[in-house]
T-cell receptor
């Protein structure tokens, strides 16, 4: 069974630009969540989607948004990029019946904002 | 305000000995606590979890202890092996379909030969 796939793996943007990151969950997993990892703040929850609906949202500004498609694939978008948005963005999927809180993470998309 | 704290950024342990990683939390409403392990250039992987109604959970070489009165949990790895060298994240999960995981900042465990 293929794992969680994230694209692109690495990207460089400049301040003010926008970026879209993509995530394909494990087949059969309908819940997708996104996390931001930075050296100073660690792993922080961005949002979670289930059946194309955002179920939960972390404490991030409105520049961070996401969506989920009918095939459970998800995208997240960051608009008007700031230097502080440089981070590793991790996508994770999970399924009903799994251990509570057990997430399956992708390898991440490393964003550098110059 | 950090709800989950890992106060040791790094820990060095000799191969074969016990590794003990610690985590403190502030919110008594968390239903589950989990440990994730992360190698460089890979995403975190789930290691072990414990429900808030238990005080111990074992899985092979890994045991997690929960002390609710102290709001403290620990992960014991016995015996430690070179492949255990990684960053370990403690996380809390409120359960009930609520917000996502709240992670600590991680502890880098280094197993010395």
């Amino acid at each position: 069974k293929a794992g969680v796939t994230q694209t692109p793996r690495y990207l460089i943007k400049t301040r003010g630009q926008q970026v879209t990151l993509s995530c394909s969950p494990i087949s059969g997993h309908r819940s997708v969540s996104w996390y931001q990892q930075t050296p100073g703040q660690g792993l922080q929850f961005l949002f979670e989607y289930f059946s194309e609906t955002q179920r939960n949202k972390g404490n991030f500004p409105g520049r961070f948004s996401g969506r989920q498609f009918s095939n459970s694939r998800s995208e997240m978008n960051v608009s008007t990029l700031e230097l502080g948005d440089s981070a590793l963005y991790l996508c994770a999927s999970s399924h009903r019946g799994g251990m509570p809180g057990e997430l399956f993470f992708g390898e991440g998309s490393r964003l550098t904002v110059l | 305000d950090q709800q989950v704290k890992q106060n040791s950024p790094s820990l060095s342990v000799q191969e074969g000995r016990i590794s003990i990683l610690n985590c403190d939390y502030t919110n008594s409403m968390f239903d589950y606590f989990l440990w994730y392990k992360k190698y460089p250039a890979e995403g975190p992987t789930f290691l072990i979890s414990i429900s808030s109604i238990k005080d111990k959970n074992e899985d092979g070489r890994f045991t997690v202890f929960l002390n609710k009165s102290a709001k403290h949990l620990s992960l014991h790895i016995v015996p430690s092996q070179p492949g255990d060298s990684a960053v370990y994240f403690c996380a809390s999960y409120p359960g009930g379909g609520a917000d996502g995981l709240t992670f600590g900042k991680g502890t880098h465990l280094i197993i010395q030969p």
